[in-house]
């Protein structure tokens, strides 16, 4: 079975670094439309989808009412 694709992968495909394929998919105005674009492009090529559970456990964030 394939590993999903990761921030890094899609970084190395566009050749940017990861917080800019971070700050592109969260479509922060720091990073250009179109890197912006092109790292959108490159993240549906790979089949990257957002985990929302992994970004909680880096957050310190389970989603969960306390």
Known sequence: MAQRPTL???????????????LA?????RISQATRECIHQAAQALGYVYNRHAA???????GMPQ
Do not use: E, H, M, Y
Not at 25 to 29: G, H, I, K, Q
Not at 56 to 62: E, K, P, Y
């Open 8 to 22: 890094k992968t899609i970084a190395d495909r566009v050749g940017v670094t990861v917080s800019a394929v971070s």
């Open 25 to 29: 998919l969260r479509d922060d105005p």
């Open 56 to 62: 909680g456990l880096r957050r310190g964030d389970s």
